[in-house]
């Protein structure tokens, strides 16, 4: 059976997708490597060592990127976690509307992150904007959501989140579902709360989705650039450069080797940050 | 308070908030694609003296020598095209990846993986795509982002190809099938469930897809929606009922995916997520 089997399952099934796969991903990614150590124009290159790694870290509109990076992330990540877990518990509860209120949840994750970036542009322009003008209704003077360096990265973080939070709710939605029912007439027999139910059942017991959700949001928002660039180009100044939108500029600017280190920056980052994130979630998960 | 009071509360609550956060923005969005431009520069939620839907699509349509109708052919085509190599080499590989174990799998699995993590290096794919000749083409972005989707879909088929029964292989094989007859006429169609979640949330994020465009397929000869919608802020200021216009225009066929799938979508991001 066994050379029957390799023939059947013939490893030139691969072949296609393994050419493309090969050449358009994994070895522009090891070139990364390379191209990082040189002054590059694409036709030419010239070794210079850690040069662009020394620039990165030492000029300030190139290391905010990793502070940025850094904040959006666990911003964007903490909020869909909460937010995500309490629609989640809400959304399978008793609700008569449930189902009006996943849809609403659920369908900004579908519309292009440029329309929603621009619509919230719009709409958070300091004086004329909805936001602001809603709250001097109100008599509250609102800020400028993006055009105050010290709040415009936050702002843009509460605008991935309301796109990003029905993708978050989904997962949980479909983990808190998956709970065994037995588990919940435990709790009728010895007679808890609502609370109590949460706290000792669906918190401990959606876990696996936790875990998804964390290390999905937390990539995603390492690697964010669309939103950012539709929102700032990393304005004001720098203040909401990420390492994505640098890469993007000194592409731009025709710095190709410095491109690439931040490229090579983002990779190791990404890896340093969301292996172990993931090792140590779900070493957790056994331990319960 | 009852048991029924405190539903009924939240409730109300839930859609007060729903409204405020979900229905405002997107009526904000439709009412300026309403409006004549003067009033939209004034970016609030008051009611249009004259409706000018009808002459703002006109306009954003004729914009530039038609450059949106450029934009909604070639996006169309580049979700089409990638979607069906997509799901091709994809369900081919996952095919193998399933069925066979040997020393060579967890390495083949490792590499796979490795790209639903790592971000794509941007300048040296350009490189690769200009030696190839096949930078700002409609074929290179094709391939970028049958590469880049293809570690999600070989998850979604490998997952679902453990319960399709191995006997079934060994049935076709004494009836006297090869590989490639086995899997084009027996196991793909039996696939189809997770082919179509598959077209669908790949739909969407190729269709809206804005990074790999801008890096890849420059020029306005090329332009994809994302990227007019993107370029329209700068020659649209002062004109933000077109800006709006255009936005009402590209959320439409997410809008239509989303009444008739929604199911689908859902399924997929949820098994997409939690295997991965």
């Keep these: ?288 | 308070m009852s048991r029924k009071g405190r539903l009924l509360t939240i409730e109300i609550v839930s859609v007060a908030l729903s409204i405020i956060l979900f229905w405002v923005p997107l009526y904000f969005v439709i009412l300026t694609a309403l409006k004549n431009p003067q009033e939209a520069a004034r970016m609030n939620l008051d009611w249009p003296t004259e409706i000018r839907l009808w002459q703002n699509i006109k306009e954003v349509f004729v914009f530039r020598d038609y450059m949106l109708v450029r934009a909604f052919w070639n996006s169309t085509l580049l979700t089409v095209l990638s979607i069906v190599v997509l799901t091709v080499v994809s369900s081919m590989a996952a095919f193998v990846m399933q069925r066979r174990q040997d020393k060579a799998s967890p390495w083949i699995s490792f590499f796979v993986l490795a790209g639903l993590i790592i971000p794509p290096a941007v300048v040296p794919t350009i490189w690769v795509l200009n030696g190839l000749g096949l930078f700002k083409t409609m074929t290179g972005l094709v391939l970028v982002e049958v590469a880049l989707g293809f570690p999600f879909c070989v998850m979604l088929y490998r997952g679902f190809m453990g319960t399709i029964p191995k006997d079934i292989d060994e049935a076709a094989v004494v009836d006297g099938y090869g590989g490639y007859r086995l899997f084009f006429q027996i196991i793909f169609p039996l696939l189809k469930p997770v082919t179509s979640t598959i077209i669908v949330t790949q739909a969407v994020v190729i269709f809206n897809d804005f990074v790999n465009p801008l890096y890849f397929l420059p020029g306005s000869k090329n332009v994809t929606l994302q990227l007019t919608l993107y370029n329209f802020t700068s020659q649209f200021i002062s004109k933000w009922n077109l800006l709006f216009t255009d936005i009402l225009l590209i959320t439409i066929p997410p809008l239509i995916l989303f009444i008739f799938f929604n199911k689908r979508i859902v399924a997929g991001m949820v098994a997409g997520s939690v295997k991965g």
């Excluded at chain 1, 590059?40 to 990127?65: A, C, Q, V």
Aim: with cysteine; aromatic share 16%; proline share 4%.
């Design chain 1, 1 to 288: 059976m066994s050379k029957l089997h390799r023939k059947i399952y013939s490893y030139s099934f691969l072949v296609p997708a393994a050419i493309v796969y090969i050449i358009i991903f994994i070895v522009p990614t090891f070139l990364s490597f390379f191209f990082s150590l040189t002054r590059w124009t694409l036709s030419d290159w010239e070794y210079i060592g850690l040069d662009n790694f020394i620039t990165f870290f030492k000029e300030p509109y190139l290391s905010i990127g990793f502070r940025n990076t850094f904040i959006y992330a666990v911003v964007t990540c903490g909020l869909k976690v909460v937010l995500g877990l309490l629609l989640g518990v809400l959304l399978t509860g008793a609700l008569r509307i449930k189902n009006y209120l996943r849809s609403v949840v659920f369908f900004p994750t579908l519309v292009s992150t440029i329309a929603v970036g621009i619509t919230f542009s719009v709409m958070m322009h300091p004086t004329t904007g909805l936001i602001n003008e809603t709250l001097s209704f109100f008599g509250i003077k609102g800020p400028d959501w993006l055009g105050n360096p010290s709040i415009a990265l936050l702002s843009v973080a509460m605008v991935d989140v309301w796109k990003g939070v029905g993708f978050a709710t989904v997962i949980y939605i479909a983990g808190i579902m998956s709970i065994p029912e037995q588990n919940y007439e435990a709790l009728q027999i010895d007679g808890g709360g609502s609370w109590h139910k949460f706290w000792h059942i669906i918190l401990p017991l959606s876990r696996p989705a936790t875990n998804s959700v964390i290390i999905l949001a937390f990539i995603g928002g390492l690697r964010s650039f669309d939103l950012i660039w539709a929102m700032t180009k990393g304005g004001p100044g720098f203040s909401t450069d990420v390492i994505a939108s640098i890469i993007y500029k000194q592409y731009q600017a025709g710095f190709y080797g410095l491109s690439t280190a931040g490229n090579v920056i983002l990779f190791l980052f990404v890896s340093l940050l969301a292996f172990p994130l993931s090792r140590f979630l779900t070493r957790k998960e056994v331990d319960l």
